[in-house]
């Protein structure tokens, strides 16, 4: 476990978050989509617990639904922020998958390729004041 530690380029939240994620393939609107939740969630990607299987290299649509998001978007016009619909949106890929047979799901690791650069300042900002908060009350 140590040596999996060591090859994360980013330090993980875990946190439950919402996620859609469909195959990146188009039409998209035609691809199913999988309600799930985050397992953790990171910079460069995250983990997701899904009753679908999915394959190494397989590209997924993601969409993540992060309250508070919009407040750590730069330049964001805060006095109208609103928890109601913030999300990113990403193209990713499956980097890992593993079967959780006493859960009868797989976990899946997806690596960010494509966000846009705005959204990914947003989660980095989030991500770090959210672990802060935790180690402050710890």
Same mark, same amino acid.
């Given at each position: 476990?140590?040596?999996? +530690?060591?090859k %994360?380029?980013?330090?993980?939240? #875990? =946190?439950? *978050?919402?996620? #859609? ?6 039409p998209?609107?035609?691809?199913? /989509?999988? +309600?799930?939740?985050?397992?953790? !969630?990171?910079? &460069? $990607? @995250? ?9 190494? $290299?397989?590209?997924?649509?993601? #969409?993540?639904? !992060?309250?508070?998001?919009?407040k750590?978007?730069? &330049? *964001? *016009? ?11 949106? /990403?193209? &990713?890929?499956?980097?890992? #998958? %593993?079967? !959780?047979? /006493? ?5 899946? $690791?997806? =690596? ?9 300042? /947003? @989660? ?8 802060? =908060? ?5």
């Amino acid at each position: 476990m140590e040596h999996d +530690e060591e090859k %994360r380029a980013h330090v993980r939240l #875990t =946190k439950p *978050f919402e996620v #859609t994620i469909r195959p990146f393939v188009f039409p998209l609107q035609r691809q199913p /989509a999988s +309600e799930v939740h985050s397992v953790d !969630i990171s910079e &460069g $990607g @995250l983990l997701v617990h899904c009753a679908k299987r999915f394959h190494v $290299g397989d590209k997924l649509q993601v #969409t993540i639904f !992060i309250p508070s998001l919009n407040k750590h978007h730069p &330049g *964001f *016009f805060k006095v109208f922020e609103s928890d109601v619909d913030q999300s990113l949106t /990403a193209v &990713g890929e499956v980097v890992h #998958t %593993r079967e !959780i047979v /006493a859960m009868r799901d797989y976990a899946v $690791g997806v =690596k960010f390729l494509d966000i846009y650069e705005d959204d990914w300042q /947003a @989660l980095r900002m989030l991500i770090l004041k959210e672990l802060r =908060k935790q180690r402050d009350s710890a």
